[in-house]
C-alpha cells in the first residue's frame, strides 16, 4: 500500500500549501461576504460600501498595532467598533431613502464608499501599508512536512470560530430568529411590532463589525491599500452570488471555493487563471439554473437551514 | 402644455443639441473635442445601461463587460487586420454581443438588486480578466499603437481630433437612431411591459425570459460598439478605462437622465463626465470626495432622476387629493422610471395595478 501511496502523495505535495492558503483566505472571505450577505438578505440592501469597511479595518490594524498582543487586541476591539460605526452612520444615510428603489441605495452606498476611500487615502497614503503582527505569529510551523506561516494557521482557527458563533446565532437565538424571520416576511415581523429601521441599523452594524473584523484580523492577507476596497468587495460579491444569496452554509463553501481558487487554481492552472472565478460562476449556475430560476425572483434566502 | 406641443419642444431640442454637437469641434480647443469625443463614447454606454435598467427594468453595474470586449476586439482588429472604421465598429458589435450572449444565461433569471450584483461581478472580473490576459490584452500596460482609423475603405484616415470626434459623432448618431426607432416598434412595448407587469405577460402567454435575453445581448452590442469608437477615440485602452468606478458613473448618469429616456441617458452620462472633470480641476486629487458626495446627494434629491422628479412633481401635482406619495402610475410608456425596482422584490407592500397578481 505504501508503495502505491508514495507516488501520490509526492504529486499532491506541492499543492498542499496553497490549498492551505486556500482555506485561509477562503475563510477570510466568508467573514467579509457574511457581512454582505446579511445586508442583502436581511436588509435588501446592496451595500457598496462593504469593501471600504474591511478596509477600515485593515488601516486600523496597520495604524495600531507595534507587533505585542495588547495593539492587535486594541485593533481588533477598535476595528470592529469603527466597523459597526460606519454601518450605523451608513444605516442612518440610507433611512431617509429606504422606501425608494435599490438603485438609489446602491449609488447611495456607493458615494459612501468613493467619499470613504478618498478620506482614507487621505489619512493613511496612497502607499500600501505594512501590517506587524506579534513575533511569535511571524514564524513558520511545521505541517506535514512544509513550512507554513503560524499567523495564516492561527487566523484558520480564528476564522472558523467566527464562522461557527455567528451560524449557531443565526440558527438558535432570538436575535437570530428574528434575522431569519425578517429574511422570510420583513412586512410580518412589522407587524408583530419590530421596528424594521432598528432591524436595519443592527444588521448594518452587525454588517460592518463583522468587516472591520475581518480587516483586522485578514490585513496580513488582503492588506490594506487604496484598491483594497475593490477587491474585498468584488470577491465577497462572487462568494454571495455563488453561495445563493443567504445561506450560512452556502456562503461559507462559496468562499471556501473562491478561496481555494484564487490559491490553487492559480498554482495548478496558470494560464487559465484569470478566468476561473468567471468558469466557477457559470458552472455554478449552470449547475444550479433550475433552482435559481424558482428562488430568485422570490428572493427567499434561507438563514442557518440547509443550503 | 399639450402633448403636440411637448413632442415639438423635445424635437426642437434633440435639432439644437445635434447642432451643437456638430459645431463643438469648431468652438472648442482640440483636447476638449476629444473629451467630447469620450463623452460620447460614455454616452452610448449609458444608453446600452439606460436599455437595460430603465427599459428593460433590469438595473445594471457590468456594461462594461461588453465595452471592455468591444474595445479590446476593435483593438486587436485595428492593430493587426484592418484600419478601416466600419469593420472594427461591427467587430465590436459582434465581441460585445457574443459577450452579452455567454453571459446573458447569469443574469435573465433575476431580478432588481440580484441583477445589480451579479452584473457587477461580471464586469469587475472582466476588468481583472482584461489586466491578466496579458498576450491579447497587453495587461495593465494596455493596448497603444493603433493606426489612425479610416472610416470606409478609400477615405483618408482621422487625423485629428475633430475628424475623430466628427466620425464618433456620426456613428453615435446612426446607432442612436437606430435604437430609437427599434424602440418605437413592439418590441419596445413588449420589453417595457414586460417590466412593467411581468406575470402578466406571461400570462398572456409571452416569453419575458426571451426578450430579457434579447435585450441583453443587443445591449451588449451597442456597448461593444462604444468600445471600438473608445479605441478610435483615444488611440489607446487598459483596463483602467473600464473600472467599477466608471460603471458607478455610468449608471448614475444613467439615473439623473431619468433611467427610461435614451437622450436622458446620453445627457446625463454628459453632465456626470463634465462635473467629474470640473471636480479633478477645482480641487486636484479631492475629486473622488466631490464625487461621492455628488452620488449621494444625487439618491437623496433625484431617487428617479432628473427627468423622472418632474414627473413625480406632475403626479403629486395632479393628484394632491390621494394619498401622499408622489410615485407616478406605472402605466404609461416610457415615464415612470423602472416601476419593476420600485417594487420590493419580497411579497408585501407591492401596491402595484390592479390584477397585478402575482
Redesign the interface.
Known amino acids: 500500500m505504501t508503495g502505491h501511496a508514495a507516488p501520490l502523495t509526492d504529486s499532491v505535495d506541492p499543492y498542499l500549501i496553497p490549498a492551505l492558503d486556500g482555506v485561509a483566505y477562503g475563510l477570510l472571505l466568508f467573514v467579509a461576504a457574511s457581512g454582505l450577505v446579511l445586508c442583502f438578505g436581511v436588509a435588501n440592501i446592496l451595500n457598496l460600501a462593504h469593501g471600504t469597511l474591511y478596509a477600515i479595518g485593515a488601516y486600523t490594524v496597520a495604524a495600531l498595532t507595534d507587533g505585542g498582543w495588547g495593539t492587535l487586541a486594541l485593533a481588533l476591539v477598535v476595528g470592529v467598533a469603527v466597523g459597526a460605526g460606519a454601518g450605523g452612520l451608513l444605516a442612518g444615510l440610507l433611512a431617509p431613502v429606504a422606501r425608494r428603489d435599490h438603485l438609489t441605495q446602491a449609488l447611495l452606498t456607493f458615494g459612501v464608499a468613493l467619499a470613504g476611500g478618498a478620506v482614507l487615502v487621505a489619512v493613511f497614503g496612497p502607499d500600501n501599508l505594512p501590517v506587524r503582527i506579534p513575533p511569535s505569529l511571524e514564524g513558520t510551523v511545521e505541517v506535514a512536512g512544509h513550512r507554513y506561516a503560524a499567523y495564516r494557521l492561527v487566523f484558520i482557527g480564528v476564522a472558523a470560530l467566527i464562522a461557527a458563533v455567528l451560524a449557531l446565532v443565526v440558527a438558535r437565538t432570538r436575535v437570530g430568529m428574528l434575522v431569519r424571520a425578517t429574511v422570510d416576511d420583513a412586512d410580518m415581523v412589522a407587524c408583530l411590532g419590530v421596528n424594521p429601521a432598528r432591524i436595519r441599523l443592527g444588521v448594518l452594524a452587525v454588517a460592518g463589525g463583522l468587516a472591520g473584523a475581518a480587516g483586522v484580523l485578514g490585513a496580513p492577507i488582503i492588506g490594506p491599500a487604496p484598491t483594497t476596497a475593490d477587491t474585498v468587495l468584488l470577491l465577497s460579491l462572487v462568494v454571495v452570488v455563488l453561495g445563493g444569496l443567504g445561506s450560512v452554509r452556502g456562503t461559507l463553501l462559496a468562499a471556501l471555493a473562491v478561496g481555494e481558487i484564487q490559491t490553487l487554481g492559480v498554482a495548478l492552472a496558470p494560464a487559465v487563471a484569470p478566468f476561473l472565478l468567471f468558469a466557477a460562476m457559470a458552472v455554478v449556475l449552470a449547475v444550479r439554473a433550475r433552482g435559481l430560476r424558482a428562488r430568485w425572483p422570490r428572493l427567499r434566502p434561507r438563514w442557518g437551514g440547509a443550503a | 402644455m399639450t402633448p403636440t406641443l411637448g413632442r415639438r419642444l423635445g424635437q426642437a431640442g434633440t435639432v439644437g443639441a445635434l447642432a451643437v454637437a456638430v459645431a463643438a469641434p469648431w468652438l472648442t480647443d482640440p483636447y476638449t473635442t476629444s473629451l467630447l469625443a469620450r463623452t460620447l463614447v460614455l454616452g452610448l454606454v449609458g444608453v446600452s445601461v439606460a436599455l437595460l ?1 430603465g427599459i428593460a427594468g433590469l ?1 445594471t ?1 457590468g456594461q462594461t463587460g461588453p465595452y471592455a470586449a468591444g474595445a479590446y476586439a476593435g483593438a486587436v482588429v485595428g492593430l493587426h487586420v484592418s484600419p478601416v472604421g466600419v469593420v472594427q465598429v461591427l467587430v465590436g458589435a459582434a465581441a460585445g454581443a457574443l459577450f452579452g450572449a455567454l453571459t446573458v ?2 443574469v435573465v ?6 441583477v ?3 452584473t ?2 461580471i464586469g ?2 472582466t476588468v ?2 482584461a489586466s ?2 496579458r498576450s491579447v490584452t497587453g495587461g495593465t500596460d494596455g493596448l497603444a499603437g493603433m493606426p489612425a482609423v479610416q472610416p470606409v475603405w478609400g477615405m483618408g484616415v482621422l487625423d485629428s481630433d475633430r475628424a475623430r470626434y466628427l466620425y464618433i459623432l456620426i456613428v453615435v448618431a446612426v446607432v442612436v437612431a437606430v435604437v430609437l426607432t427599434v424602440l418605437r416598434t413592439p418590441a419596445g412595448l413588449l420589453l417595457r411591459a414586460s417590466r412593467d407587469d411581468e406575470a402578466r405577460m406571461r400570462a398572456s402567454g409571452h416569453r419575458v425570459t426571451g426578450y430579457f435575453a434579447v435585450a441583453f445581448v443587443a445591449a451588449g452590442a451597442l456597448a461593444g460598439i462604444a468600445g471600438s469608437l473608445l479605441v478610435t477615440a483615444q488611440q489607446y485602452v487598459s483596463p483602467a478605462d473600464f473600472g ?2 466608471v460603471s ?1 458613473l455610468l ?2 448618469g444613467v ?1 439623473i437622465g431619468g ?1 427610461t429616456s435614451v437622450g436622458g441617458a446620453i445627457a446625463g452620462t454628459a453632465l456626470v463626465l463634465a462635473v467629474r472633470d470640473w471636480f479633478a480641476g477645482l480641487l486636484p486629487g ?1 475629486a ?2 466631490l ?6 446627494v ?3 434629491l433625484f ?2 432622476g432628473v427627468a423622472g422628479f418632474s414627473a413625480g412633481v406632475a403626479t403629486l401635482l395632479r393628484t394632491r387629493t390621494r394619498r401622499g406619495t408622489a410615485r407616478p402610475d406605472p402605466g404609461g410608456p416610457g415615464e415612470g422610471p ?1 416601476p419593476a ?2 417594487a ?6 407591492a401596491h402595484r395595478g390592479p390584477g397585478a397578481g402575482t
Open positions: 435598467t438595473p453595474l444565461p447569469l433569471y433575476a431580478r432588481g438588486v440580484v445589480l450584483m451579479i457587477l461581478a469587475e472580473l481583472t480578466a491578466r490576459w467599477f468606478e458607478a449608471l448614475l439615473v433611467a479631492q473622488p470626495l464625487l461621492g458626495g455628488l452620488f449621494v444625487t439618491a437623496y431617487p428617479r423602472v425596482l420600485a420590493p422584490v419580497r411579497g408585501g407592500r
